[in-house]
């Protein structure tokens, strides 16, 4: 491990988010499966647009502080990244739902 | 094509996709808007973290350059984009029968996952009195 200057910041929002799944029940580790296929639908495109806007040189990554780990040109950080945003982001949908009553969506009674 | 316009395109493309292709409507819900501003807020953190440290380091000719703390408008973009996947996604799978609910006789989802016994007893209690 080089630096965890990238990685800290995706540890930082794992450990944020964590407390809503025991604490409002979010209830996201608890459905994998459908998380899994969120993940199927959601990763291909965005590591995609990355790799190829990377490879174009539209952007690049300070190696240094990374873990110096690399996978078609991306730091094993911003592969983890297109993980960790979706659970943030579902977690926070879930959280919200349950907090304040308001329909998502996915209810077989749909009240918008 | 630049940063700036994959970005306005996967923009659009969420919109297509959450209004005409999943037909998710979450943009039309205040439950979804509520929630991406809290994911903006701790964006604005997380990206400014790395972006002021220069772990992403941009191709001046492929940005705008307007620029939010250290971070460039189209990762706000990109941002955007990722978060409405995610979520679009995961209700579309709910509504799909994957791993949804519980819900409860009303059609709303039951909070807490399980019913507790102390809500059963209290149902079927007669009021006091």
Do not use: K
Request: one cysteine or more.
């Amino acid at each position: 491990m080089r630096s965890w200057v990238y990685a800290g910041m995706l540890l930082f929002v794992l450990l944020a988010t964590l407390p809503l799944e025991i604490v409002l029940r979010t209830r996201v580790y608890s459905r994998l499966r459908r998380f899994g296929l969120v993940l199927v639908c959601v990763a291909p495109p965005f590591v995609l647009w990355d790799v190829l806007a990377t490879r174009a040189g539209q952007w690049s990554f300070d190696l240094s502080q990374t873990s110096g780990v690399t996978v078609a040109g991306l730091p094993l950080e911003e592969l983890a990244f297109f993980v960790v945003v979706p659970i943030a982001s579902v977690m926070t949908l879930e959280a919200v739902r349950n907090v304040r009553g308001w329909t998502v969506g996915d209810e077989p009674v749909d009240r918008p | 094509m630049t940063h700036t316009t994959v970005s306005l395109v996967a923009v659009l493309a969420t919109v297509v996709l959450d209004l005409w292709v999943l037909r998710t409507r979450l943009l039309a819900r205040r439950v979804y808007w509520v929630s991406y501003a809290i994911v903006l807020f701790f964006q604005l953190l997380t990206n400014e973290w790395l972006t002021s440290r220069g772990v992403f380091r941009y191709d001046p000719d492929a940005i705008l350059g307007w620029r939010i703390g250290h971070a460039p408008v189209e990762d706000f973009l990109f941002g955007f984009a990722l978060v409405t996947w995610s979520m679009c996604f995961w209700v579309w799978w709910g509504r799909r029968g994957v791993q949804a609910g519980p819900f409860d006789g009303t059609g709303m989802l039951r909070r807490g996952g399980a019913r507790r016994s102390a809500d059963d007893a209290a149902a079927t209690r007669p009021p006091a009195g």
